[in-house]
């Protein structure tokens, strides 16, 4: 029996694939990215409260009205421009569906968009749900920068869009105004839509602050702004997110939502109006806990020989293992990564699941680290091994 030809080169999350050997392995799961600890104890409470209430039925295709109206006033804010909560607003199913609706809305077949790799598992295989061609521009490790040269000349006259993820997972990046002012210079050149992952805007080192790029006057008429609850409140299996986009994007990004999964969970959208409710002390408190696992996941990583660039944002190392004092280090990185999760007990993802040419990503492996303290203790007790 025949299968759809645009699955023939998508196969299954490696990094899901990670968790499942992880949980067989009985490993510390560093792979995926999801804390081991809870949500602020309000917000889980106002989804008792909202379940116990009985918001069980369908909201509105576009999102629960009162958390729209919220993220309207947020967003309103954040970008410069009136956001209506009926018009511009599309509350999905996580920042995946996000994406897949946003390049279903934008892109026909044949057209391409350009992903900056390292990136995110799952915007190649968006690309190809919409009959489009992924084309990588790859950022050279350790700096892991936009270069103009190399970005402008992977685009041709069939590109129609370009996927810039801020902060950036897997490297850690925040993409500075030099880098910033590139990708306006050349989506405005070349008429591109820009789509924004910024999944991880609240999680920030060092007194940096998130600046949305459609925010910015030459990108607020052709950006879907994307973002999400899972990572800021700790909340990733509630898979919720949301797309802001100014209204001829908006008008397609509607029926693409509607018609993939009609509207994300109504109790967890009332506890998410919670979340965004919280005082500013939550944020300060939270940044400061990641201050601190980030500290010890790279006094950990450093002192086993992992060779890496500290992260600027979001909560994840790419790390080189291949100098390592261990014969495992001379391995291929799928290799490394199955052999760290069932040997040595710590869950990883190896660098080449993040590159459209595997070979771009080997001698890495990513480490994430929204955890407890203690379990990353444990987890450097597990690594002690790699010394040698």
Not at 121 to 129: M, S
Not at 287 to 299: G, P, Q, T, V, W
Request: hydrophobic fraction near 40%; aromatic fraction near 8%; proline fraction near 7%.
């Amino acid at each position: 029996m025949q299968t759809a030809h645009r699955f023939d080169h998508i196969g299954e999350s490696v990094i899901r694939e990670m968790t499942r050997l992880a949980i067989r392995s009985q490993a510390i799961n560093l792979s995926q990215g999801f804390p081991d600890f809870g949500p602020p104890p309000e917000v889980a409470q106002a989804a008792v409260d909202a379940i116990q209430g009985g918001l069980n039925q369908y909201t509105i295709t576009w999102g629960y009205p009162p958390l729209r109206e919220k993220l309207a006033e947020i967003y309103t804010q954040r970008l410069g421009w009136s956001v209506e909560p009926d018009e511009h607003i599309v509350v999905t199913c996580g920042v995946t569906e996000a994406l897949a609706a946003a390049m279903l809305a934008i892109l026909n077949p044949g057209d391409e968009i350009l992903i900056l790799d390292p990136a995110h598992e799952t915007f190649r295989p968006g690309a190809k749900l919409a009959d489009a061609r992924a084309v990588s521009v790859v950022l050279k490790s350790p700096d892991f920068r936009i270069e103009r040269e190399a970005l402008e000349a992977a685009i041709t006259p069939h590109t129609k869009a370009m996927i810039l993820n801020t902060p950036h997972n897997p490297s850690g990046r925040v993409f500075d105004e030099e880098e910033i002012t590139t990708v306006i210079e050349l989506v405005t050149k070349y008429d591109l839509v820009l789509i924004t992952d910024e999944i991880y805007d609240r999680i920030l080192y060092d007194g940096r602050v998130h600046v949305s790029p459609g925010g910015l006057e030459p990108l607020r008429e052709r950006t879907i702004t994307i973002g999400g609850f899972g990572k800021t409140y700790a909340v990733t299996g509630w898979r919720l997110g949301y797309a802001i986009a100014p209204t001829p994007l908006a008008r397609a990004l509607k029926p693409a939502h509607d018609f993939l999964t009609i509207c994300a969970a109504t109790p967890l959208q009332a506890a998410a109006l919670a979340a965004l409710n919280l005082p500013e002390s939550y944020y300060e408190q939270m940044r400061e806990a990641y201050h601190a696992r980030r500290a010890l996941m790279a006094d950990i990583l450093t002192e086993l020989g992992f060779i890496f660039t500290l992260p600027q944002g979001a909560y994840y190392i790419l790390a080189d293992y291949r100098h390592l004092p261990i014969p495992q280090a001379q391995w291929n990185a799928n290799r490394f990564a199955r052999w760290m999760t069932t040997e040595v007990g710590v869950a990883v993802v190896p660098g080449p699941n993040f590159y459209a040419n595997p070979e771009d990503g080997e001698g890495l492996i990513r480490f994430a680290y929204p955890k407890k303290l203690e379990t990353l203790h444990a987890a450097a007790e597990r690594m002690d091994r790699l010394k040698g």
